[in-house]
């Protein structure tokens, strides 16, 4: 692996000490386009690498009494259940058009995160409501291998009546139990597909990422937040563009270049 990987491992790792999540968003292009792995395979790595990143950056928050158990096990459980499921679903989507939805993904969170701040008041909801809401935010972590942190922790507040602080506490809980969830459903499908992951990229990543996610969670208490989500925004809204470009082309090119026939009279 060159510096670039290094770099790019580093980068997810100061992303989610930062703003809580994203470290999935960013390791799956990182995986398929700087290292080179198959996009199942860099899907399947994406949630080990950042479960474990995870687990590393609940510790400060758990000492600090800023997880919600009963929340992460409310919200965490199903969460698995839909990892595990949207996982099963993957072995029958193309990684191509797996990587298209995760573009997509990338573009609605750029879009959310370039809105204006608006004040987040936490309101109750129906606790069956608050377990279907794991459920799906899961289904989507097995099925395009994102963590789901952006989806979380606004989901924590507004609908669990969560403190900020304690959203991204128990979100990355939530991250690290649904990632592990749909890891292990994910080598079943690569076994199936003949094809494994690399441990030592995992271990790469995982190391380098826990040590960016310390450095990340120390410049977040000296960097303005609404700047380093606007900057983050900007970050998916590039990438999410260069996925779509990058396979609209491969889509051109394997179509071939149009040709008409003519006849003599």
Do not use: C
């Not at 008041?121 to 935010?137: E, M, N, S, Y």
């Not at 972590?141 to 304690?166: D, E, N, R, Y």
Request: aromatic share 8%.
């Amino acid at each position: 692996m060159d510096i670039w990987t290094w770099l790019g491992a580093l980068v997810v790792g100061v992303t989610m000490g930062l703003l809580g999540s994203g470290g999935s968003i960013l390791s799956v292009p990182i995986l398929v386009y700087l290292v080179g792995e198959v996009d199942k395979v860099a899907i399947a790595e994406s949630l080990a690498i950042v479960g474990v990143i995870a687990a590393f950056a609940l510790i400060p928050y758990a000492r600090r009494g800023l997880v919600v158990w009963p929340t992460v096990f409310l919200f965490g459980v199903p969460g698995m259940a839909g990892a595990y499921a949207g996982a099963t679903v993957a072995a029958f989507v193309p990684g191509k058009v797996q990587l298209v939805l995760f573009a997509i993904v990338m573009l609605v969170a750029a879009a959310a995160m370039l809105r204006p701040n608006v004040e987040m008041t936490p309101k109750r909801r129906a606790l069956p409501k608050i377990a279907l809401d794991g459920f799906l935010v899961g289904a989507l972590t097995g099925l395009v291998g994102v963590g789901g942190g952006f989806l979380i922790v606004p989901a924590l507040v507004l609908l669990g009546g969560l403190a900020m602080h304690q959203a991204i506490g128990t979100s990355l809980a939530i991250i690290a139990m649904k990632s592990a969830a749909g890891y292990v459903k994910y080598l079943d499908v690569l076994s199936q597909l003949q094809l494994e992951v690399s441990v030592r990229v995992i271990l790469v990543f995982a190391i380098v990422g826990v040590v960016g996610s310390l450095l990340g969670e120390r410049l977040s208490k000296k960097l303005p937040q609404a700047r380093l989500k606007q900057a983050f925004a900007i970050l998916l809204l590039a990438m999410s563009v260069y996925v779509l470009g990058a396979h609209t082309l491969d889509w051109m090119e394997q179509s071939g270049p149009v040709t008409t026939s003519t006849t003599s009279p």
